[in-house]
C-alpha cells in the first residue's frame, strides 16, 4: 500500500508541474504587454515598468517560470494586485467557505442519491423507481445556475423560508476559529447561530448537490439491481433477515465502490459548480474569490485560485483511489 | 438452378443491414431516445426557422411594456426593455446550437487529429500528448475555461474557444484508445503489408472505424458545451449584451426575481429542454452504437 502511495505521488509530479504551467502561462498568453492590460490605457510608464518588474515580466520565459516555481514551493503564492495582500495569507476564509458548502453538497447528494437508488432497486419498476429515474435524468441536465436562481425565487422570494444570500447573519456574525462555520458555532456552543449558518447552507448547497445526485442515481442503479439479484442477497433473505437490514448492511457495501469513482469525478464538478453558486448566493468562497479577480484583471489572484482548485481536484481523486481499498478489499495495490 | 441459388444469395446480403440500419434499427426501440431527438430537432428548427416567425424583433424595445406578464400578445412575457422575451428565447436557440456544435466539431477535429498521433505512433508522441491530457484534465472544465477567457476576453467568440479547447482531451483520449484496439487488426496488417502508405491507413481505414464512440460522446458534449456557454455568459464571460444568449438573458433577470420571474424561468427551461435532448439522444446512440458501454 504504501509503495503504491509512493508510486502514485511520483506519478502526480508531471502532472502538478503541468498544471503550474498553464497557470503560470495565463499572464503570459494575454495578447500585448500584459503590464498594460492588466493597468488600462490611462495607467503612467513608471506604474507599468514596476508591475512588469513585479511580475518578472523582464527576464526570459524559464528564469520567470523557475522564480514563479520557487516562490510556489515557499508557499509565495503572489500578491493580490487589488488589496496588495499575500494570496496566501488572505485565501483561507475563502477556501474554507467552499470546503463547507462542497462538503454540505456531497453529504445531501450522496445521502438522497443512494437512498433513492435503494429503494428503486428494492421496488423495481414501481412507480417510485420511474419517478426517481425521470427526476435523475432532469437532473442531470438542469443547469446549475438556473437551479439556484428557482431555489432563490421559491423558498425566499416566494416562501421567505430561507436567506437569498451571503453565508450568516451579518448583524450576528460567527466567531471565526477554523473557517468552518458550522464548527465554529459548535465549539462556541451557539445553537442558534447553528441553525442560522445551516439555513444559510441549505439553498446553495442543494443546488449544487443536485448534479451529483442525479448523476449517483443513475450511475448506481445497475451496480444496485445486479447486487439485489445476487446469490448472497437471496442467501440473507432465505435465512430470515430483514430486507432492511439485507440493503444496508449487505447490498449497500458491495454497490458502493461505483458510487466512490463517481463522488471523485464529482468533485471536479462540484469545485466547478461552486464558482456559479457562489456568484448567485453571494458565498464568499473561492470561486467568487476567482470571480471578482477576473473583473478586476487581479491575475496573480486569478493564478493562484485556479492552481489551488486544481491541486485540491487532483488530491481528491488520488484519496478517493486510495480508498478504494478500504472498502474493497478485493483491490490490491502492488 | 444455379442461378436461382446466386439469386437467393443476394436476397440473403439484401437482408443484412449495415451497420448504421442497424443502429438505426437500435435506437428506434429506445421511445426515451426517439422523445430525444424530437426535442433536438424541434430546437434546431427552432434555431433555424424560429427568427423568422417571432412576434417581434429581438432587440426591438417597447419601454411602456416593462417587465410585463406573460400574456396573449407576449407569451413568455417581456423584460426590462419591454423587448419580448418568447422572440429573445428563439433566437437565443440560434446561438446556443451554434455553439454548441462548432465547439464540438473544433474539439472533435483537433482530439482526432492527436488522439490518432498519440495511438498511432505511440512512443514519445504518445507520451508528450497523453500528458497533456493529462493536464488539461486535471482542471475542473468550467475553471478551465475561465482561465482561457480571462486572457482572451469576454466575448461569445472566446468562450466558444475556450468550450472547444477544455473538450480537446475527452475527445483525444477516446480516439487514441480506440485507434490503438484498431491498429492491432487483422485489416490494418493487411493494409500495411500491400505497402499502404500512413496517413492512407489513418484517413480510410482508422478514422471511419474509431467515429462510432466519437458520434455517441459528441452528442453528450454538445449538451455539455451548450450548459458550459450559458455558465460563461451567465458569468459576463461569454455573450455580451444585447445578445439574446440564454446564459446572459438569465444573468440579467437577476435583479427581477421579485417582480418578474418569468424573466428567468424561460431562457432556464429553454436550457434545461436542449440539454435534456441532447442528452437523452446521446444514451440512446450509445446504446445503439455501442452496446458495450450500455450501462
Do not use: C
Request: hydrophobic letters at 50%.
Amino acid at each position: 500500500m504504501l509503495h503504491y502511495i509512493g508510486r502514485r505521488l511520483l506519478q502526480l509530479i508531471p502532472v502538478l508541474l503541468g498544471m503550474t504551467f498553464i497557470v503560470f502561462m495565463i499572464i503570459r498568453a494575454i495578447p500585448g504587454d500584459p503590464a498594460q492590460v492588466i493597468l488600462g490605457q490611462q495607467a503612467s510608464e513608471e506604474a507599468i515598468k514596476a508591475l512588469r518588474t513585479n511580475l518578472g515580466l523582464d527576464n526570459p520565459w524559464y528564469i520567470q517560470y523557475f522564480d514563479y516555481l520557487k516562490g510556489l514551493v515557499t508557499g509565495d503564492l503572489g500578491e493580490s494586485l487589488r488589496t496588495r495582500t499575500p494570496v496566501v495569507d488572505e485565501v483561507w476564509p475563502y477556501l474554507a467557505a467552499t470546503i463547507e458548502l462542497s462538503l454540505f453538497a456531497i453529504i445531501i447528494a450522496v445521502i438522497i442519491g443512494i437512498n433513492a437508488v435503494i429503494i428503486s432497486a428494492w421496488f423495481q419498476n414501481s412507480w417510485f423507481d420511474y419517478l426517481a429515474m425521470i427526476i435523475a435524468l432532469i437532473g442531470v441536465s438542469m443547469p446549475i445556475f438556473w437551479l439556484g436562481l428557482m431555489n432563490q425565487w421559491i423558498f425566499s422570494i416566494e416562501l421567505g423560508i430561507l436567506p437569498t444570500t451571503g453565508r450568516e447573519n451579518v448583524r450576528d456574525p460567527v466567531d471565526v476559529i477554523t473557517g468552518f462555520y458550522v464548527i465554529d458555532t459548535l465549539i462556541a456552543g451557539d445553537f442558534n447561530q447553528l441553525s442560522t449558518v445551516l439555513k444559510h447552507l441549505v439553498l446553495p448547497g442543494t443546488a449544487l448537490a443536485t448534479i451529483p445526485m442525479a448523476i449517483i442515481a443513475r450511475m448506481t442503479r445497475s451496480s444496485m439491481l445486479e447486487v439485489m439479484r445476487s446469490d448472497y442477497v437471496r442467501t440473507a433473505r432465505s435465512k430470515g433477515l430483514s430486507m432492511f437490514w439485507v440493503v444496508y448492511k449487505h447490498a449497500l457495501k458491495n454497490a458502493i465502490i461505483p458510487v466512490l469513482t463517481i463522488i471523485g469525478l464529482q468533485m471536479g464538478l462540484l469545485l466547478g459548480g461552486a464558482i456559479l453558486t457562489e456568484t448567485i448566493f453571494g458565498w464568499p468562497g473561492i470561486g467568487r474569490y476567482i470571480y471578482e479577480a477576473i473583473g478586476f484583471r487581479d491575475y496573480p489572484v486569478i493564478q493562484s485560485g485556479i492552481l489551488i482548485v486544481a491541486f485540491i481536484f487532483v488530491m481528491i481523486n488520488l484519496f478517493v483511489d486510495l480508498l478504494y481499498g478500504l472498502v474493497d478489499p478485493r483491490i490490491k495495490y502492488d | 438452378m444455379a442461378e436461382t441459388a446466386i439469386k437467393q444469395e443476394q436476397a440473403e446480403m439484401q437482408k443484412v443491414a449495415g451497420p448504421w440500419k442497424e443502429a438505426w434499427r437500435g435506437f428506434r426501440k429506445s421511445k426515451v431516445a426517439v422523445v430525444g431527438m424530437g426535442i433536438v430537432i424541434f430546437f434546431i428548427l427552432l434555431a433555424i426557422f424560429g427568427p423568422l416567425l417571432t412576434p417581434q424583433g429581438i432587440n426591438e424595445q417597447n419601454l411602456s411594456q416593462r417587465l410585463m406578464p406573460p400574456s396573449s400578445s407576449n407569451w413568455m412575457g417581456t423584460d426590462d426593455f419591454g423587448r419580448d422575451i418568447l422572440s429573445r428565447v428563439v433566437y437565443g436557440a440560434r446561438i446556443s446550437l451554434w455553439v454548441g456544435f462548432l465547439a464540438v466539431i473544433g474539439s472533435v477535429v483537433v482530439g482526432s487529429i492527436l488522439g490518432i498521433l498519440a495511438g498511432y505512433y505511440g512512443r514519445w508522441v504518445d507520451t508528450i500528448i497523453s500528458r497533456i491530457f493529462d493536464i488539461m484534465l486535471a482542471f475542473p472544465s468550467i475553471l478551465l475555461a475561465i482561465a482561457v477567457v480571462s486572457v482572451l476576453g469576454p466575448s461569445l467568440r472566446n468562450a466558444l474557444i475556450a468550450i472547444a479547447i477544455i473538450n480537446v482531451p475527452n475527445f483525444g483520449r477516446l480516439i487514441r484508445s480506440k485507434v490503438l484496439s484498431i491498429k492491432e487488426d487483422e485489416y490494418i496488417m493487411s493494409a500495411k503489408a500491400i505497402g499502404m502508405k500512413d496517413n492512407r491507413i489513418l484517413v480510410s481505414h482508422i478514422l471511419p472505424n474509431s467515429m462510432a464512440p466519437v458520434i455517441v460522446q459528441g452528442t453528450l458534449a454538445i449538451a455539455t458545451a451548450i450548459i458550459e456557454a450559458a455558465a460563461l455568459g451567465f458569468l459576463g464571460l461569454g455573450a455580451q449584451a444585447p445578445s439574446p444568449e440564454w446564459g446572459k438573458m438569465l444573468a440579467d433577470s437577476r435583479s427581477y426575481l421579485t417582480n418578474a420571474p418569468w424573466t428567468m424561468i424561460f431562457p432556464g427551461v429553454a436550457i434545461m429542454l436542449t440539454v435534456l435532448g441532447f442528452n437523452l439522444m446521446g444514451d440512446g446512440l450509445r446504446d445503439a452504437l455501442d452496446p458495450r458501454m450500455k450501462s
